[in-house]
Nanobody
């Protein structure tokens, strides 16, 4: 079974940084996609970006490109979300999701097959 484990959340002050990790296991193919999402209190799930293992392509929501970065360590089966210059508006539960497809639109959360448990990020003002 595919399992995704997100970790690295916590409490950080405005302007601080966090790196979230998504541990991946169980994909039977080397080709898969990993997406990052968040859900703010009282809001729906928001897609942040994605990684395709087939070609290493990374997509990131344009409004976040100045502060967020997605990277990978394929040897460790990890995908990271580096978040810098955090703002209180970034407070949310962050999730990683997976798909056996080589690419999935991160704006379409309904298309992602596997979901990890979330990790809470709280940014204090």
């Amino acid at each position: 079974d595919v399992q995704l484990q997100a970790s690295g959340g916590g409490l950080v002050q405005t302007g601080g940084s966090l790196r979230l990790s998504c541990q991946i296991s169980g994909f039977t193919s080397e080709n898969y996609a990993i997406g990052w999402f968040r859900q703010k209190p009282g809001a729906g799930r928001e897609g942040l970006g994605s990684f395709s293992s087939q070609d290493g392509a990374i997509d990131l929501k344009p409004s976040l490109k100045a502060r967020f970065t997605i990277s990978t360590n394929k040897a460790k089966d990890m995908v990271y979300l580096q978040m810098d210059n955090l703002e209180p508006e970034d407070t949310a539960v962050y999730y990683c999701a997976g798909s056996p497809a080589s690419w999935v639109d991160y704006d379409a959360d309904c298309l992602w097959t596997y979901w990890g448990q979330g990790t809470l990020v709280t940014v204090s003002s």
